[in-house]
């Protein structure tokens, strides 16, 4: 049965019924919540040991002598710029081990470029306008990023291979204001999609029309599978780039934020020798360094990048059947004809797509019974999603039981907001 069989009778008849039932889930007193992706308890408990990796002086002193307690290195200890090297296909001396977020890396990059500008380049504060191009849906802080630097955002259409090739290479190649682009290249935030290795090897080969444009490539869930015998693989844009004389195009970021503790993670920058040089000639005045301890703390538990496998693997256990108590619930959503939604393979979100116009309602509707969600039109730039249809769902905080209680009040709430929408049109 679909809900556009119906007569609008038969509709009316049956929103009474689910607002009836509404009204006895507020009842309930329910709060849950499922606004950002975080990790759970469970997961967090899988890195408790990782707090006791540094007890002795010994287990502190780096192979070149480093003690990690005092200043220096602000690269980063070479232990963990070769773990995060092996871990994105490229070298150590490619590597700029950060602080706890590559977010904060991402915007100490960018602010530095609107103060000095890039290699050399004109400063971006001293130039009338700004642009980034921004695949949508998208990770909301990238865009919170450029709204705070006033920085104009273009919106590319995502597909199931990536963003869009023809709207990027058009705005890419013509136009000299647009400095960046915003990439969650694997299991991207919130679609979950993996970029085909066409679109990969399209955006390395651009020729931009600004010398300082720059793919900010936030490879946030690189070893973040839900199946590791059936997980997406991701083409090395670094290896792409160089074929084309393009190595200073992409700066990529990684961060182990959502292996171990959220805020206590490290983060990993890595780009061209070239761009390393002009980037630390700034830093020197902004840091001594970042904090090594915590650098040798996550070598001392990773050991290598098997040893990241084999830990994201307990991840998955823990993730993996929450993502399905998702999916599964939305199939009745599917069987109504009043939403779609994707299915992705590893990372933390699942898009919810309802019927147009009914996404805020949904959100609303869902708040006011207890369940918090990602603000619809989060996922686009100024926070306005054209057709008011996307919802992000991020199933990983709550306990399984909690999940399954948030995802019956989610399918009601969208049912209650398609039938609105159905019936006032």
């Not at 710029?81 to 700029?96: C, I, Q, S």
């Not at 679609?191 to 399209?202: F, H, I, K, L």
């Not at 700066?251 to 292996?259: C, N, R």
Request: hydrophobic residues 40%; aromatic residues 8%.
């Amino acid at each position: 049965m679909k809900y556009s069989d119906l007569s609008r009778n038969r509709l009316q008849e049956m929103l009474d019924e689910l607002q009836v039932q509404y009204k006895e889930v507020q009842s309930r007193n329910l709060s849950l919540d499922m606004s950002r992706g975080k990790p759970s308890d469970e997961q967090l408990n899988l890195s408790m040991d990782m707090l006791d990796c540094v007890r002795f002086k010994k287990d502190l002193i780096s192979e070149d002598g480093t003690d990690c307690r005092n200043y220096g290195l602000l690269d980063g200890i070479i232990e963990c710029r070769r773990l995060m090297a092996n871990l994105t296909g490229t070298k150590p001396e490619n590597v700029f081990m950060g602080g706890n977020a590559s977010l904060n890396m991402m915007y100490i990059v960018i602010s530095n470029a609107w103060t000095f500008g890039i290699n050399g380049g004109t400063p971006w504060s001293k130039l009338e306008t700004i642009k980034f191009l921004c695949p949508v849906p998208g990770y909301d802080r990238h865009f919170r990023i450029c709204e705070a630097l006033g920085i104009e955002m273009i919106s590319i259409p995502m597909t199931p291979q990536g963003p869009d090739m023809d709207e990027v290479e058009k705005w890419v190649t013509s136009d000299p204001m647009v400095k960046g682009m915003w990439c969650v290249p694997k299991y991207s935030n919130p679609d979950g999609v993996t970029y085909s290795d066409e679109t990969v090897r399209r955006l390395a080969a651009m020729k931009p029309a600004a010398e300082d444009f720059r793919i900010f490539w936030d490879n946030a869930y690189i070893v973040h599978h839900l199946d590791f015998e059936n997980r997406d693989e991701l083409l090395n844009i670094h290896a792409e780039c160089e074929k084309h004389g393009n190595q200073d195009m992409v700066l990529e970021l990684v961060s182990t934020s959502k292996m171990v503790f959220p805020g206590a993670g490290i983060c990993a920058l890595i780009t061209s020798v070239h761009n390393l040089t002009e980037m630390k000639k700034i830093m020197n005045c902004e840091l001594i360094s970042f904090d090594k301890l915590n650098q040798m703390r996550h070598v001392r538990f990773f050991h290598n990048v098997h040893g990241m496998e084999v830990h994201m693997m307990r991840h998955a256990e823990i993730v993996k059947p929450r993502f399905d108590i998702c999916l599964e619930a939305f199939r009745e959503l599917g069987e109504l004809g009043i939403a779609h939604w994707t299915n992705p393979r590893g990372g933390y979100f699942i898009s919810l797509y309802t019927l147009d116009g009914c996404a805020k309602r949904t959100v609303e509707l869902c708040k006011e019974a207890g369940v918090v969600l990602t603000a619809a039109g989060a996922a686009f730039p100024y926070g306005i999603d054209p057709k008011d249809s996307h919802i992000r769902i991020a199933p990983t905080y709550p306990s399984v039981e909690k999940l399954k209680k948030a995802c019956e009040v989610m399918v009601l709430c969208a049912k209650i907001a398609a039938l609105e929408s159905m019936i006032d049109k």
